[in-house]
């Protein structure tokens, strides 16, 4: 089992930044994959940034050039910078982790809205 905790999320004009969190633990050793995702109202979910654990990144088409996935392991936690925030980049932003045997584990989630 793995268990994901998220933090800060948070309201914020637009072209402003934020930086969000994600602390893993439990049985950290079988992710492979972290990412990160986001839910808008009357919207699916969708793939913002992942970081495997070799490094690899992947981000939306949406985000690219605007956000930053990396990853602590010494801590345990991976980030999202969000440079140069959109209305539209408003949602609710959850982490998740891949384990080997292909489970998905996801956080609370956390509130970004992007408003003046």
């Known amino acids: 089992q793995v268990q994901l905790v998220e933090s800060g999320g948070g309201l914020v004009q637009p072209g402003g930044s934020l930086r969000l969190s994600c602390a893993a633990s439990?049985?950290?050793?079988?992710?492979?994959?972290m990412g990160w995702y986001r839910q808008a109202p009357g919207k699916q979910r969708e793939l913002v940034a992942t970081i495997t654990s070799g490094g690899s990144k992947n981000y939306a088409d949406s985000v690219k050039g605007r956000f930053t996935i990396s990853r602590d392991n010494a801590k345990n936690t991976v980030y999202l910078q969000m440079n140069s925030l959109k209305p539209e980049d408003t949602a609710v932003y959850y982490c998740n982790a891949k384990d080997w045997g292909d489970l998905d584990y996801w956080g609370q989630g956390t509130q970004v809205t992007v408003s003046s």
């Open positions: 439990g049985s950290i050793f079988s992710i492979y994959v």
